[in-house]
T-cell receptor, first 115, second 110 residues
Framework: SQTIHQWPATLVQPVGSPLSLECTVE??????LYWYRQAAGRGLQLLFY??????ISSEVPQNLSASRPQDRQFILSSKKLLLSDSGFYLC??????????????FGSGTQLSVL | RKEVEQDPGPFNVPEGATVAFNCTYS??????FFWYRQDCRKEPKLLMS???SGNEDGRFTAQLNRASQYISLLIRDSKLSDSATYLC???????????FGSGTRLLVRP
């Protein structure tokens, strides 16, 4: 069966510090991978998605970047965090078959607080 | 106008009540529809897919109305454990992007 791992669960970082969040998927190949952010009491905002190694699509201009160095690894990074980067970050995957009704599955999330 | 809209609630209902949420979508090219449940500070979890013919899973029934561009979720015999935020999700055909609504909060009281 497929599983998705995301870490760390919580992170407190000072403004201006770098960020690296990692997500890995097991039990599947060539998944579509996603990074979402959820501000407190708000909906999910799609940040990045990837349909293959090295292929990253950015949804909103921001202080963050993403990379996919391996098929089942997705990394979210920042060189210098801003206060506005605080939020609940969620990695997700779905089958890469291209069928639109494929379901999306989430990692357990990282609560990031930038102080 | 948001592509997917939901009433934020909260819907405050007693145990045993029946409650229904609607979700409207603006893009007629939308092809796939889902309901997710999210508990506070947790990841969203798939509750059910929504098919054209409607589908039922225990106390939960989901329906799609393409003509009016909305989907619905009906919860019968509400339990305290049903308290959560319910997210409506829409996927356009041939798109990698799933669009999430902001969620409807449900509170079930004893």
């Amino acid at each position: 069966s497929q599983t998705i791992h995301q870490w760390p669960a919580t992170l407190v970082q000072p403004v201006g510090s770098p960020l690296s969040l990692e997500c890995t998927v097991e039990g599947t190949s060539n998944p579509n991978l996603y990074w979402y952010r959820q501000a407190a009491g708000r909906g999910l905002q799609l940040l990045f998605y990837s349909v293959g190694i090295g292929q990253i699509s950015s949804e909103v201009p921001q202080n963050l970047s993403a990379s996919r160095p391996q098929d089942r690894q997705f990394i979210l990074s920042s060189k210098k965090l801003l206060l506005s980067d605080s939020g609940f970050y969620l990695c997700a995957w779905r089958s890469g078959t291209g069928v639109s009704n494929e379901k999306l599955f989430f990692g357990s999330g990282t609560q990031l607080s930038v102080l | 106008r948001k592509e997917v809209e939901q009433d934020p609630g909260p819907f405050n209902v007693p145990e045993g009540a029946t409650v229904a949420f609607n979700c409207t979508y603006s893009n007629s090219a939308s092809q796939s529809f889902f309901w997710y449940r999210q508990d506070c500070r947790k990841e969203p979890k798939l509750l059910m897919s929504v098919y054209s013919s409607g589908n039922e899973d225990g106390r939960f029934t989901a329906q799609l109305n393409r003509a009016s561009q909305y989907i619905s979720l009906l919860i019968r015999d509400s339990k305290l454990s049903d308290s959560a935020t319910y997210l409506c999700v829409v996927n356009r055909n041939y798109s990698y992007k799933l669009i999430f609504g902001s969620g409807t909060r449900l509170l079930v009281r004893p």
